[in-house]
């Protein structure tokens, strides 16, 4: 399969390379920091997603079969990178017909508004007690510009006309590889608190041969 990864030298976006490689994937890797990658083959494209330029966008993803994006802000002054991001590959993709694309976005972002979604769900149908009036709610205050990106970000997605699958994990976490995670469509999976940042990318790909998760999201954990 051809992929072209997004954000591949972030926490997830790392994982998604290393198991592309691994199972024999022809990969095309779309970094701010080429250097930071190292010594790993696979086609690299530099580029600031915030700024990129639509012709070295189009050209990364020209021939491609799908597209996996880690995007995202690690921080919240990286606040509105996967929506900005996001928006140019979308349009890159629309314009070299690539349709196929999977996301990762976050857990909590199910019940967080957005200008296309003002009043979305109050409670996410899988969370349990806990998350739903304790850490849910806390985590939101504190993280709420960052999950205001991911929403935006799903929404751009949705309006894309793309077959999209967007991906929601709770906490994350560095534990390595181990398959057993579980996925819930159009929920968070009760009980899930946390997931590792190799599982996650394990899911990513798999998702891309799942076709009843095109339009869909999914939540995702250990």
Known sequence: MKLTIVGATGGIGRHLVDQAVAAGDDVTAVVRDPAKL???PVRVVAA???TADPATLRAA???TDAVLSGLGPRSSADAGIATRGTRAVVEAMTAVGVRRIVVVSAA???VVPSPGRPRPPRRDPGDGPLMRYLLGPAIRRVLRRHYADLALME???RDSGLDWTVVRPPRLTDKPLTGAYRT????N???GLTV???DVAHAMRHLLDRPESVGRTVGIAN
């Open 61 to 63: 993803f020209t021939g």
């Open 38 to 40: 190292g010594d790993v």
């Open 155 to 157: 929404e751009v997605l």
């Open 189 to 191: 999976v009760r009980g």
């Open 48 to 50: 600031d997603l915030a």
């Open 184 to 187: 819930a469509y159009g929920r």
């Open 196 to 198: 590792s940042r190799a």
């Open 108 to 110: 909590p972002v199910g």
